[in-house]
């Protein structure tokens, strides 16, 4: 397998963790989507990281098709339940982080890439990222060691990624004190050892014109 992608993209990173955890073989291309991204088309037409290149040469696209197959790799040791009220919780809570992440990218984007500051479109994106985080915390904050149960899942690993890009990519946005369960939450995920090994620091530069 081949992962395309840097680890500075939550989208990445929880992509891989689930390949450290699982124990999948894996290359890793940190291809950057502005510098590298003829060379990212070839696999994928829309540019966008992370892909994935199975052994037989498929490209597979977005980090939840991604995870799917590899969770059928995985088969009785996949990252969520099977089916049930437990599975849609976990792809609840997945799908506001990922959510989540869009708006924080596009705040990235509307003050590197775009060289402005919309008002009105800083303060939606400012008012999604909060709301969700409110709604993660007060799930979070019933919980036990993990998010649904005694072992970590895919919803634990998205929220720990979209935590660490939102801290070190709008360092305004999240305040520890106001969502205590989610700083405690991203500090227990980023000490264990399939995080260590993946983890970039968030930079960006705009593209070449």
Not at 57 to 71: K, P, T
Request: glycine residues 4%; charged residues 20%.
């Amino acid at each position: 397998m081949i992962l395309v992608g840097q680890y500075d993209s939550p989208f990445v990173r929880r992509v891989a963790v689930a390949l450290q955890i699982y124990g999948f073989d894996y290359e890793h291309r940190p291809w950057s989507v502005f510098g590298d991204a003829e060379a990212i088309a070839i696999l994928n037409p829309l540019r966008r990281v992370p892909t994935l290149v199975t052994d037989d040469g498929e490209a597979l696209v977005e980090s939840a098709c991604i995870l799917d197959w590899l969770d059928e790799l995985a088969g009785p040791r996949a990252l969520i339940a099977a089916s049930g009220l437990e599975r849609r919780a976990a792809l609840k809570v997945c799908a506001l982080a990922s959510g989540l992440t869009d708006k924080a990218v596009s705040l990235v984007y509307e003050r590197v890439v775009h060289e402005r500051a919309t008002e009105l479109w800083v303060q939606r994106c400012q008012a999604q990222i909060a709301g969700v985080l409110d709604a993660l915390e007060a799930d979070r904050a019933t919980r036990g060691p993990w998010w649904f149960g005694t072992n970590i899942t895919h919803a634990d690993i998205m929220v720990a990624c979209t935590l660490r890009f939102l801290r070190e990519a709008h360092q305004d946005l999240f305040d520890a004190a106001l969502w205590p369960a989610l700083a405690a939450h991203v500090e227990a995920c980023e000490a264990l050892p399939h995080f260590e090994a993946v983890v970039q620091p968030f930079s960006v530069s705009p593209p070449k014109a």
